[in-house]
């Protein structure tokens, strides 16, 4: 299945099931060495990450908790750089070493807010994964920690990631075809 449709977009492979879940690896292993010793508190934000979220925390071997929030600022292919309701902030984060674990990183609106909150309720260390990232979107100089892929600042879909709504469920990750 190479090309797909979503509504109205075509979209073909970007990156298959197999890239993805090695570089998954790749990076539980890393963090799991850098982390060592640590307990650690992983902060999804939902929805997009809740594929990748679930596939790392996998084989991540360190003691550590798993907590959600959700935050969104995109409608249809376009940042709206608006950024929409927070919920779900019922973890104690004081003094606590977080990861932010995120599907992906654009113009870096979502991530900022979501540092400041963090900042604000006194982590004492904050490290942030995200598994996809485009730098020519990105707008600011928070620097991120770890990184899966470097994409151009195209629209993709699959692993957690949506087109309105659909094809979160795609094992692989899709790019919009002009
Ligand atoms: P940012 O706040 O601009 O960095 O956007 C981050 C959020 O926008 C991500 O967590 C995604 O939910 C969504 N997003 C950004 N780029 C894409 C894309 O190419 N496909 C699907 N969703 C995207
Ligand atoms: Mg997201």
Not at 9 to 24: A, G, H, K, M
Not at 56 to 83: P, V, W
Not at 118 to 133: E, G, V
Request: net charge negative.
């Amino acid at each position: 299945m190479n090309e797909i449709t979503l509504l109205d977009r075509e979209f073909s492979v970007y990156l298959t099931e197999d890239e993805i879940q090695s570089r998954v690896t790749a990076l539980a292993e890393k963090i799991s060495e850098d982390l060592k010793g640590q307990d650690v508190l992983f902060f999804g934000i939902l929805n997009g990450v809740f594929l990748f979220a679930a596939d790392i925390i996998r084989q991540i071997s360190l003691n550590a908790h798993i907590s959600f929030i959700k935050l969104a600022s995109y409608d249809g292919t376009s940042s709206t750089g608006k950024i929409k309701e927070l919920i779900g902030w019922n973890e104690d984060i004081t003094g606590k070493t977080v990861v932010v674990l995120e599907d992906i990183v654009d113009t870096g609106s979502t991530l900022e807010r979501v540092i400041g909150e963090l900042k604000l309720r006194k982590a004492a260390d904050i490290k942030i994964c995200t598994l996809l990232f485009k730098p020519e979107a990105y707008t600011k100089d928070i620097p991120i920690d770890y990184i899966g892929f470097e994409i151009p600042n195209s629209f993709v879909v699959g692993y957690g990631l949506d087109y309105d709504g659909y094809g979160r469920n795609l094992k692989a990750i899709y790019k919009l075809t002009k």
